[in-house]
């Protein structure tokens, strides 16, 4: 028997206690893991009579899956993938205004490490999926809810493990939403463009290597590893890759133009996105693949030529464009020095189109009438990435309506990360709606 619920009520609190759980993730060094997250997730669920299941990769690195098929469910569709990652990136908290794991509602936001990557979407999640059992209100598809371990080191032992160890719990899906997107870009009062992901670059981490003579360092040396390593990553450095616009981005800048009420011209297309304050980073980020130099090391000692230098690449590459990229990357370190790919990831893409974008547009709608759905690229990478290899088309739809003047893209892994609770109120009254809808 329904009743009346509020699907925000708890959001806020469930927010606050994720934050307090401190759940960073160091990458290849020891940290404390998402288990007591997990433990605390689950036990919310399960206090509501959803039974969650743990997987652990590896001790303490934890993930929760939970199905959730209440009477009332349409059988004949496929379960919604609702997924976000419990770990964090790291904080210094001598950088922050306020302590990053203590969870503290100031100046009516949430503050802390996960506040915006991303345990605000978690307590949304959760919020309305509590709420709507406890007053026996069913979803229009069953909800398979799965929050992940290292989503910020590679998802190694969260997303890809459980597609590689246990596709079973997920075998049935075939459409999903998680992170980035949702959010608010206000144009002008009566209008606000909500940016959907529907794709985010692949990813390829290089290590340059130079081989050479080693010998003392006072001789002439015309084999010098660290001089041949130095040309090639300045090359990589400061080449302009050519603008390679993908359907997502163009709808993107369709949108942008319209509403600025300008032409965009490819060329000075960047001049407009300025326009667009922080996010022009996020969006510029896409308009091409990328390279960018991260680390380097070579020798031991001042007065000894090493045989060896080595350099690190970020690099990141536009769907349909990774052939491309390597191809570039070749011609720009030339014969002296070799790549090879220590980390490689796919693109992934999927339309702005069918039943579950309508149902997005019409509940960010409902609930800010100013609203517009718009696709966009997103230049870093997600859990889709895993959950893309099953075949579930995934979109990043965590909806925030969010103040103007807050600098929302500078939050993700920057100090002082900040939710506003209007926000996170906001975002479980749609995805509430959304969930009748989709």
């Known amino acids: 028997m329904s009743q009346t619920y509020a699907p925000d009520a708890e959001v806020v609190g469930i927010c606050t206690d994720l934050i307090r759980i401190d ?48 009477e009332g469910v349409d059988p004949s569709l496929s379960p919604l993938l609702v997924h976000g990652h419990l770990d964090v990136v790291p904080a210094n908290a001598d950088d922050w205004s306020v302590p990053p794991f203590a969870g503290e509602v100031v100046q009516d936001c949430v503050w802390g490490r996960g506040a915006v990557d991303m345990k605000d979407f978690d307590a949304m999640v959760l919020s309305v999926v509590r709420a709507r059992a406890r007053a026996g209100v069913a979803p229009r598809r069953a909800l398979r809810l799965v929050f992940t371990a290292d989503e910020e ?95 997502a981005q163009q709808a993107f800048l369709e949108a942008v133009s319209e509403a600025f009420e300008i032409e965009l011209d490819p060329d000075t297309v960047e001049e407009t996105l ?53 191809e570039t990357i070749t011609e720009l370190i030339g014969d002296s020095v070799r790549y090879e790919v220590l980390t490689r990831q796919p693109s992934v893409e999927t339309e702005f189109s069918g039943a579950l974008v309508e149902a997005m547009q019409a509940c960010l709608a409902a609930e800010d009438p100013g ?8 230049s870093g990478g997600t859990d889709a990435k895993a959950w893309d290899r099953l075949g579930i088309r995934s979109f990043g739809f965590a909806p925030l309506r969010l103040p103007p003047e807050l600098d929302f893209v500078g939050m993700f892994h920057g100090v002082d990360e900040r939710v506003p609770t209007s926000s996170l109120e906001f975002g479980a009254r749609v995805l509430d709606r959304f969930l009748d809808q989709a």
């Not at 290849?28 to 997250?37: D, L, S, T, Y």
């Not at 680390?295 to 536009?318: C, Q, S, W």
């Open 153 to 247: 080191a590679g998802s190694g032992l969260g997303a890809h493990w459980l597609a590689d160890h246990h596709p079973d719990t997920l075998s049935d899906c075939e459409l999903a939403i998680g992170e980035v997107g949702g959010f608010s870009l206000t144009i002008r009062d009566d209008l606000r463009l909500y940016l959907v992901q529907t794709a985010e670059k692949g990813l390829a981490w290089l290590n340059l290597i130079a081989d050479g003579r080693a010998g003392h360092g006072s001789f002439r040396n015309d084999a010098n590893a660290v001089t041949a390593l130095s040309a090639a990553v300045a090359r990589v450095g400061e080449y302009a890759w050519p603008h390679r616009i993908t359907s």
């Open 371 to 378: 609203a517009r759905a718009v696709p966009f690229l997103m």
């Open 23 to 70: 759940t960073s993730n160091y990458g290849a060094q020891p940290g404390p893991g998402e288990r007591p997250a997990a433990e605390h997730v689950a036990a919310l669920l399960e206090e509501v009579g959803i039974e969650a299941q743990l997987y652990e990769s590896e001790p303490g690195r934890t993930s929760v899956v939970a199905s959730w098929a209440p």
């Open 274 to 326: 300025a326009r667009l304050g922080s996010i022009a980073r996020m969006v510029g980020a896409t308009m091409s693949n990328t390279a960018n130099p991260t680390m380097l090391e070579a020798g031991y000692k001042h007065n000894v030529i090493p045989g060896r230098a080595t350099a690190g690449i970020d690099g990141r590459f536009v769907p349909g464009y990774e052939e491309e990229f390597y």
